[in-house]
């Protein structure tokens, strides 16, 4: 009797676990995805990390640090 409660408890720890696993990691793919970034024609992104600008990037898709890390400023391009 005490074998099978344990059995049952261990099978509830396990599944409990894959889905704190996969819970984590759908929510790291989503804070990785937050750091595609697209620029527009005529534009120009200024990235910020920690608030200090560490790279300019002209128009087209981009890939950054996810926030808080690195944040995006977009401003005119230069004509």
């Known amino acids: 009797m005490m074998a099978n409660h344990a059995r049952s408890l261990l ?15 759908l929510a790291l793919i989503g804070w990785l995805t937050a750091g595609i970034y697209r620029v527009g024609p005529g534009e120009r992104a200024e ?16 890939v950054r640090l996810p926030p808080p890390i690195e944040r995006v400023r977009f401003a005119p391009g230069q004509t």
């Open 47 to 62: 990235i910020l990390r920690f608030g200090a600008v560490a790279r300019t990037s002209g128009p087209g898709l981009h």
């Open 11 to 25: 099978r509830h720890l396990i599944g409990g676990w894959r889905n704190l696993w996969i819970i984590t990691a």
